[in-house]
Structures are given as structure tokens and as C-alpha cells.
């Protein structure tokens, strides 16, 4: 979730970006051209030349470096807003002349005219190019994270923030924003004094105070908004950890407490949020209801001490557009603000990082083979270090994200490919199981995991392979053939060994190990398919349609009414009260000072009574509109993680944080003030109607015939962006899920082929998830120049007929006709534009919702019905412990699932060798030694449960040695028999069978 700022496209990007041309021809880019996204930029250059930026700049000016990579789009923006400028300055000294010279004047009409059309064409350019320049700046930040992650020792800090940062730093691309507001506020500033003397005066300094409060403002937003941040990230990556431990994890005792630490960090956010409604509503009246209020206010005042100055909408209007300028740099200062803690840490982040030497303790062996024991300091060293060049490493219950190997199978040679099948097929893995690892990864049980990890970085060919407790999740058989193949194609060999029972003997022999039988000799007959089972599968995974996602929201569903319904229920009838007193204030101030153009009693009163409107009005519309989503989003929020397990799993971990994450932050900080925006420019326009018609008659021709071309350009625009929309969140889901592949690089197994296709499947994703923002920042653009379109042709209209008619048949001044025009067209302008993110935010609503509905049916595995009878038969006596056991890949993992499933909820416990959801920061060591992420330690929280009555232990036991595995068996069957329950353990070890009550092998 991000702190936005001013108007912008909906989900954000970033490989390849739409990159303006230069300015001249930014001017005559056509519809076309936008339409298509083309003028696009490596953004592998564009970080390339941030880099060569920040080796020069100094370091306290390094964040100026993300705006000077993209320099030709940071000029085009900053040209497009000092035109924007130039257009706002003609039109404020036009209306000027029209109520000082007349109606008649034609220097007063060009310069309106020539005001409205350099007004949009620097509208459609600068916020196209700056929404890019946005995207730009976000990717360079997410670059600035792969480099620590590819450096071979990031931190848990770097893994925590890369979800959050990014989104909040790319809000610096508004520095050049800030530059042209800026300049805004200074040439207006003069305006109002150069042609409204003492009321523009009066004005200024009115503007300069509510500044200097929403200065004061934003520093206690701040302090809440980064803690926010924080918790925001924390209930990001809970989610992402439960998502990719499914689907076991709801079967693990631990499943609850991960639900609830979700819960809670939701919790810790909702009393934030309440404690922001308050300052929010400040806010909010400081936005839209405070110069109302107080230019009414200084109406009477003038109007009791001065009676007869002059006081008209032309003074308005100026101070309208320097208040805009003012607001504008004070929002862009609040989002920058927020970001520079995050650069600094990130710089902090880099600069602690540092690749790891050989010295470090990661020295290349001076042995052939080399066994060390998983807890020394040598082990460390050689997790951290991840490896040597021309070296690989497998990690203890290595992660094979589906992403990499979709781009590993993609990208290989043949030669490796043939390499990868030749391995894969000695080591036992037959062409279902090939199969079943390039289709859907986490079907694999442990065993094949860890031969599979171990096949794709003996394809590299490397010199060097560290094995980090490999063979604990192999039965003796398999480990001797897996042992064997490794030390026969790899000189140099480390095992890292939590038991001296799971040491082959090929890693105790020295260089005299030989090759040893092979798989098939060992009655492996599988491996006899394995051959080709690569090539079937590359022929077969480009269609993809096997890969189960999310689903989409149908557009016909993302209605309006079930926003509203979901964020505000009944609260929604007084936030429209409020919206009406608010804009009515403005409305009827704006049309009381267009009948007169000097101060008396009777503007005096009615602006009072416009003063009292705009402050009840803003009180209550704001306060409703931000308290009311914070209790019915909790609720929601709470339902779907209570749900998780049901449409949630490793292949959507992407997409449920995206949609649980990104977008249900927006449904909470961004969608209420968009349904507010709707409400309040809406009645605001219909109000302005009102008032121009009624001022002047004439003007409903105008009128009749902009609001069917409204409506047009309405749906025209909704036929580009809700498309656009709804493929850039699905492209997000799967970048966020190749962000997260990078970061957690050292739970997946590394090898030069693996890191190429790592490197390959962000690239992919991310070029992708551009792709996919340009076509909806283009097709913003084009219903942007549609709009302007439309604006520039109801404001020279209205201009032409107070040249016409001369005012002659208007109740108001022929300035006051102008300024109904130009604030009407602004009016219906943002109302299109807001309508039209009302569908956006729709879809976004939608899509959340669509979680509360969907429900992902599992594929589970056949079992044998003679295997499950055997083992229900074992565990018939009551106190019975039964020891499950069977070659790798066998189905024992699958027959515990089988098993849990048959039995009455909350009465059966099922637990891992690890435990997924224990503290992230615990060591490896610590599961080794019966401490931190063990699954020992879910085991006796199930035993110490008096409802479970049944604990399945999968391999829970292999980090230990068999003394310590006796002991533990042995105290559970002590607890088991006095209780009258009962357990199945799944082990390879041998060593400690007369233990049990019963055996049962799969093996027959």
C-alpha cells in the first residue's frame, strides 16, 4: 500500500516501459501510437545509467539520481507543467480582462482560448508521462533490491521490505512535480497581488496559513503512516508464508497461530487507521471545504469594514489555482517525505551487503570429499556464502519455485536438458515425476524434491557441490544411488550432516567411492520412463492451461452499488448529505459573488451561511467516509484469512498477496476517498449546471449538448481502461510472485542454470507486468485526450457566446458566465475521470470479494486401499505407534494426507520435520537441534492436546541421531499408551524399528 498522491493510473509496474519522446513530439503523439505503447526503453539501460548516475552524485543527493535516469520523461513532465502553467496564467488574465474591459474584448477571448488549449494538451501529456515516470522510478527501486538479493548475502531487512518499498519510493518521481507546482504557486501568488491588490493579498496569506496546518499535518500522519507500513509489510509476508506452505499447512498445529498472527497484525492496523480518521478529516476540510470557508469568512469581514471593494469570481478563480498549486506540492512533499526513511535504509541496505570471500569461511575444500557437521561455523559460512564460482548448492528442504523452472526448462541447451534427464532417470525420478515437476512442483513429495534439486545442478556440470542435509530426506537405498551418481560426476563434494546415520557410505570412502548400482538396480523400474519425460513436458507447457489462478471479476459484477455496499452499507446516506452541503457552499458562494463584483450586507450573509455549510458539510462527510470502511473491511479481512486454505496455495501465493495485500490496501486507504470524489464532484457538477443555467439561460445549449459527449467519452474511455486494468492486476500477481522467487534464492537450490532462469523468470514477469502498465497508462492517456477534447470545446463555446451575446442575456457578469464554464468543465472532467476510477476501483473491490467466493478444489493423490488397510489394521490397539516406511517416493507422505482426511476435524494433528510458520529469522541449526522451526516442537504441543487422538509425524525425526530418536520415540509411546492414543511416524532410519508397535513398508 502506498501514500499516493494527486491524481494517477491505479496499480502500478515496471522490464520494458513506454518512454516519451522529446517534448516536440510528445505534442503530436497519436492516438495510435499511444493506443499501441510504443517508444519504449530497456529499463536493463535505465538502471545501468542510475548506476553510472549515483557513482558520481553525492551520496546526500543520490535520490536525485531516480529522476535523472528517465531525464528525457523527467523533461517532458517539468515542460508539460510550466505549459500547464502558461495555459492557467492566460486564463485567470483573460477573465481579468473580460471583467474589467467588457465582454467585446478580443485580446480577452485569444487569451482565453489560447489559455484552454495550452491547459489540455499539457494535462494529457504530463500525467501520461509522469505515470511512467512513477513506474520508472518503482523499477529502478526493485532493481536496487535484486542486486542485494543476487549479491549472495541479503538480509532478513532487504527480504521484509522488497514487497513495501518499491511502491512507496517511486512516489520521488514527483519531485519534478514539485518543481512545477512550485513555480505555479509563485506566478499566481503574483497574479493575485498585481490584479486583485488588497483581496488577493488577503487571499495569499489566507492560503499560506492553511499551508503552514497541512504542513503540521502531514508530520503526525507521518509517524502513523510509517508504523502502518511496517505492519502493512508484516501482514504481507504472513500471508505469502501461508499461502506457500499450503496445502499441508492447514493440517499442522501451528495452522491457527499463523491465522491469528494475521489477524492480529490486522488488528494493530485498525487502531492505527482510527487513529488517523481524525487527522484525515482535518484533512480532508483543508482540501475541499477550508478556502470556501474562508474566503466566505473574509467576505463578511471585508464586507462589515470595506463595503463596495471590489470581490469577484475572478479573485476566485486565481486563488483557486494557487491553493491547487499550494495543495499539490503539500501532498507531493507528504509522499516524499514517507519515502526518504525507506531510501536511506535501502542505502543503509546496500551498503551493508557485501559478496561474500573466501576468506569468510566459504574456502574451497582442499579434499575431494568433505562432511561437516550442519551446525559448524563452516556450514554457516557456506549457507550464507551460497556458493563459490563454478560451485552449486542444495539447501535443506530446498523451494523449486514453478516460475524458475518454467524458465530453466525455457532456457537449457539441449545438452543440458539431455544431461538433466540422464541424472534425473539414475537417480530414480521416472517421466511421471519429471513431469509432475515441471507442471506443479509442490505435488512432489520430499524425496523427489530433493532428487530433482539435485538433477538440475548436476546439469551445470559444476566442480563444487554443497549438500545441505540432503540424504536425511532419502531411505537408505535412494541415498546410496543419489550419493553415488554425486560424488561420480562432481570432483569436489560437501555434506553438510545433521546425523552421522544419514552419511552415505559413498561420502566416507573418499576418491575410492565408485559409481555404485544405480537406480534401476536397486527394482527402481521407473526410471525406465524417465528418458524423453523433459522433452514431453517442454512440448507440453507452453499451453499452460493447466495452471490453476485466481479468478477474474466479471465487469458486470463490479458495479458501483456492491462497492459502496462493501465499504459503507447505510453510512453511505450521510456522506451523500455531507457531499451536497459541502459543494452546495461552493456552488452558491461562486454564484453570489458572480452577481455582483462588489462587497455588500447581503453577499455578507450568504457567504456566511455558505461558511457554516462548507465546515458541517466537510465534518461530516470526511469523518464517515474514512471511519465507516475501517470495522466492515476488518470483518472481510478476517472471514477470507479464516479461508485461506481453501482458494490459497503456492501456485496463487502471487496473486492472494496481491489481492489480500496491494489491493486490499487500497479498498482501505485509496477506494473511500475515490467513492467520496464520486459523490462529491458528481453533486458538485449537477450544482454548477444548476448555477450556470440559471445565471445564464443561454448557457443550457452548451450544456445539452456536453453531456451526452460526457457520456460518450465515459464509456468510450471505460471500453480501454477496465480491460487494461484487470490485466495489469493479473501481470502484478505474477511479478510480485517472481519479486518474492528473488528474494528467498537461498531456499532454492543454486547453480549457474538455476540463477539464469531465476534471472530469466523475473525478467519474463517483469516485462510482462510493464507491458501491461503502458497499455493501461496509454489507454489512460487516450481517454485523457478525449476529455480534454471535450473541455476545450465546452470552454471556447461558452467564451464565443459571452462574445456573441455580450453578457446581454445573462442574470450573472460575463465573467461570471466564463468562470461557470471553466469550472463546469473541470467538473465534468473530474467526473468522467472519477466515475471511470470507480470501475477500476471496482474491479479491485471485486477482485477481493471474489476470494470470499472461491474455493480451489485439491487434486488429491490415489492411495492404495491394501496399504491404507494395513496401516489402519497397525493402528487398531489403542496407545499403538506405527512406524510408516518406504522408498523414496513411495507415497508415504500421501498416505498420511489420506490418512487426516478420514478423520473428524480437530482429532488428528499432522507435522512436518519443520515447522513453516515458527520465527522466520529461526537458523536451520535450530531445527536440528530440537529448537526455533522444528517440527519437534509441534509434536508435543499435539501431544500435550487432550482432542487430538491421532499425530502424524512426517519425517519429523530426521534431523536427529538415532540416540536422540530413541529417546523421542520412546517418550511418545510412553504418552501415547498412558492416554490411549495414537501416532504414525514416517522415517528412513532403520536403527530404532523395535520401537514401534508396528511396521508398515510400501515397499511390500
Not at 480577452?108 to 501520461?128: D, S
Not at 494475521?262 to 482535518?282: D, P
Not at 532456457?411 to 506443479?440: M, Y
Not at 456573441?804 to 473530474?830: E, P, R, W
Request: proline share 4%; hydrophobic share 50%.
Amino acid at each position: 500500500m502506498v501514500a499516493r498522491r494527486g491524481r494517477r493510473v491505479p496499480g502500478q509496474g515496471a522490464c520494458y516501459l513506454s518512454y516519451g519522446p522529446r517534448f516536440a513530439d510528445a505534442l503530436t503523439v497519436g492516438l495510435l501510437d499511444m493506443q499501441n505503447g510504443r517508444h519504449s526503453i530497456d529499463i536493463d539501460a535505465l538502471h545501468e545509467r542510475y548506476r553510472r548516475i549515483v557513482r558520481v552524485v553525492p551520496r546526500r543527493t543520490r535520490w536525485l539520481a531516480l529522476v535523472l535516469a528517465p531525464a528525457e520523461t523527467s523533461a517532458v513532465v517539468l515542460v508539460a507543467g510550466l505549459l500547464g502553467i502558461a495555459g492557467s496564467l492566460l486564463i485567470t488574465v483573460g477573465l481579468y480582462r473580460v471583467a474589467t474591459d467588457g465582454a467585446g474584448g478580443t485580446a480577452a477571448l485569444r487569451l482565453l482560448v489560447t489559455g484552454f488549449l495550452a491547459e489540455g494538451i499539457a494535462g494529457v501529456v504530463k500525467e501520461r508521462h509522469e505515470t511512467l515516470l512513477v513506474a520508472m522510478v518503482r523499477q529502478l527501486t526493485y532493481r536496487r533490491f535484486r542486486d542485494i538479493f543476487r549479491s549472495g548475502a541479503s538480509s532478513p531487512r532487504a527480504r521484509e521490505n522488497v514487497l513495501t518499498y518499491p511502491a512507496q519510493i517511486s512516489q520521488f518521481a514527483y519531485v519534478v512535480d514539485s518543481a512545477v507546482s512550485l513555480v505555479q504557486m509563485v506566478a499566481f501568488a503574483f497574479v493575485a497581488l498585481r490584479l486583485y491588490g488588497a483581496g488577493g493579498a488577503a487571499a495569499t496569506v489566507i492560503i499560506a496559513g492553511m499551508v503552514a496546518v497541512s504542513v503540521r499535518l502531514i508530520h503526525l500522519v507521518g509517524a502513523l503512516w510509517e508504523q502502518y507500513i511496517g505492519l502493512e509489510g508484516d501482514r504481507r509476508r504472513w500471508i505469502q508464508r501461508v499461502a506457500d506452505a499450503l496445502p499441508r499447512a492447514s493440517h499442522i498445529p501451528s495452522w491457527n497461530r499463523a491465522l491469528k498472527a494475521i489477524v492480529g497484525v490486522r488488528r494493530e492496523e485498525e487502531c492505527l487507521l482510527r487513529a488517523r480518521v481524525r487527522l484525515q478529516t482535518l484533512n480532508g476540510f483543508l482540501e475541499r471545504g477550508a478556502l470556501t470557508t474562508t474566503l466566505a469568512l473574509l467576505v463578511v469581514v471585508g464586507a462589515r469594514l470595506w463595503p463596495g471593494t471590489a470581490f469577484g469570481v475572478g479573485t476566485i478563480l486565481a486563488a483557486r489555482y494557487l491553493y491547487s498549486a499550494a495543495q499539490n506540492n503539500t501532498v507531493n512533499y507528504r509522499v516524499i517525505r514517507l519515502a526518504v526513511p525507506m531510501l536511506r535504509r535501502l542505502d543503509e541496505l546496500e551498503t551493508q551487503t557485501q559478496p561474500v570471500r573466501a576468506d569468510d569461511g566459504a574456502a574451497w575444500p582442499t579434499g575431494s570429499i568433505e562432511v561437516l557437521p550442519a551446525d559448524s561455523q563452516r556450514a554457516r559460512a557456506l549457507r550464507d556464502g551460497a556458493t563459490a564460482p563454478g560451485s552449486a548448492y542444495v539447501p535443506y528442504n530446498p523451494q523449486l519455485p514453478q516460475a524458475v523452472l518454467s524458465a530453466w526448462l525455457a532456457s537449457a541447451t539441449p545438452q543440458r536438458l539431455e544431461r538433466f534427464t540422464e541424472i534425473a532417470g539414475a537417480l530414480g525420478l521416472g517421466g511421471e515425476v519429471v513431469e509432475r515437476l515441471w507442471r506443479d512442483a509442490e505435488t512432489l513429495s520430499a524425496g523427489e524434491r530433493h532428487r530433482a534439486a539435485v538433477s538440475l545442478v548436476l546439469a551445470d556440470e559444476p566442480t563444487w557441490i554443497i549438500l545441505d542435509d540432503t540424504f536425511s530426506a532419502l531411505d537408505p537405498l535412494t541415498r546410496e544411488v543419489v550419493a553415488n551418481v554425486v560424488v561420480s560426476r562432481v570432483p569436489t563434494c560437501t555434506l553438510l550432516a545433521g546425523s552421522q546415520e544419514y552419511v552415505p557410505s559413498a561420502f566416507t570412502k573418499g576418491e575410492e567411492t565408485a559409481a555404485g548400482p544405480s537406480a534401476t538396480d536397486s527394482g527402481r523400474a521407473e526410471s525406465e520412463t524417465a528418458g524423453g519425460a523433459a522433452d514431453e513436458a517442454a512440448a507440453a507447457l507452453p499451453a499452460g492451461s493447466e495452471q490453476r489462478g485466481l479468478p477474474d471479476p466479471r465487469p458486470e459484477r463490479a458495479t458501483w452499488r456492491r462497492t459502496v455496499d462493501l465499504l459503507f452499507g447505510p453510512y453511505i446516506v450521510l456522506i451523500a448529505v455531507g457531499a451536497v452541503l459541502l459543494s452546495g457552499a461552493d456552488v452558491a458562494f461562486a454564484l453570489t459573488l458572480a452577481e455582483a463584483e462588489t462587497l455588500s450586507g447581503r453577499i455578507a450573509w450568504v457567504s456566511a451561511a455558505c461558511a457554516g455549510a462548507a465546515l458541517i458539510g466537510s465534518l461530516g462527510f470526511y469523518s464517515v467516509l474514512y471511519r465507516a470502511p475501517i470495522r466492515r473491511l476488518g470483518e472481510l479481512h478476517d472471514r477470507l484469512a479464516y479461508k485461506l486454505d481453501r482458494f490459497a496455495g503456492p501456485a496463487t501465493s502471487g496473486g492472494v498477496v496481491a489481492r489480500l495485500g496491494e489491493d486490499f490496501s487500497d479498498l482501505q486507504m485509496s477506494v473511500p476517498g475515490a467513492v467520496g470524489s464520486v459523490l462529491l464532484i458528481t453533486t458538485q457538477s449537477v450544482m454548477l449546471v444548476g448555477g450556470a443555467v440559471a445565471g445564464a439561460p443561454t448557457f443550457i445549449i452548451v450544456v445539452l449538448v456536453a453531456v451526452p459527449l460526457a457520456v460518450l467519452v465515459m464509456r468510450r474511455g471505460s471500453v480501454w481502461i477496465l480491460p487494461a486494468s484487470t490485466a495489469a492486476a493479473n501481470l502484478r500477481a505474477a511479478f510480485v510472485g517472481a519479486v518474492g522467487v528473488q528474494a528467498g534464492l537461498h531456499a532454492a537450490p543454486v547453480g549457474p542454470g538455476l540463477q539464469e532462469a531465476g534471472d530469466l523468470a523475473y525478467s519474463s514477469a517483469e516485462g510482462a507486468y510493464v507491458s501491461g502498465e503502458v497499455r493501461l497508462a496509454n489507454a489512460y492517456a487516450l481517454r485523457s485526450g478525449l476529455i480534454q477534447a471535450l473541455v476545450l470545446a465546452l470552454n471556447v463555446s461558452a467564451t464565443v457566446m459571452v462574445a456573441v451575446l455580450g453578457g446581454s442575456t445573462s442574470l450573472v457578469s460575463a465573467a461570471g458566465v466564463i468562470y461557470f464554464a471553466v469550472t463546469l468543465s473541470s467538473g465534468i472532467q473530474s467526473t468522467i475521470e472519477t466515475l471511470q476510477t470507480t470501475g477500476v476501483v471496482s474491479l479491485t473491490a471485486e477482485r477481493v470479494r471474489l476470494l470470499d467466493e472461491h474455493v480451489e478444489q485439491p487434486d488429491d493423490p490415489p492411495v492404495r486401499s491394501a496399504d491404507m488397510d494395513r496401516l489402519e489394521a497397525a493402528l487398531a490397539p489403542a496407545g499403538s505407534v506405527v512406524a510408516l516406511i518406504g522408498a523414496t517416493g513411495a507415497g508415504k507422505s500421501v498416505m498420511l494426507d489420506a490418512l487426516y482426511r478420514r478423520q473428524p476435524p480437530g482429532t488428528v494433528a499432522l507435522v512436518p520435520d519443520t515447522d513453516p510458520f515458527a520465527d522466520a529469522d529461526a537458523d536451520v541449526d535450530s531445527a536440528r537441534d530440537g529448537e526455533g522451526r522444528s517440527g519437534l516442537a509441534l509434536a508435543r504441543a499435539a501431544l500435550a492436546d487432550e482432542r487430538v487422538r491421532l499425530i502424524l509425524l512426517d519425517e519429523t525425526l530426521k534431523t536427529l541421531s538415532p540416540l536422540q530418536e530413541r529417546a523421542e520415540i520412546l517418550a511418545l509411546a510412553r504418552a501415547l499408551e498412558a492416554t490411549g492414543r495414537r501416532a504414525v511416524v514416517v522415517l528412513h532410519s532403520r536403527a530404532n524399528m523395535d520401537c514401534f508397535t508396528g511396521v508398515v513398508d510400501l515397499d511390500g
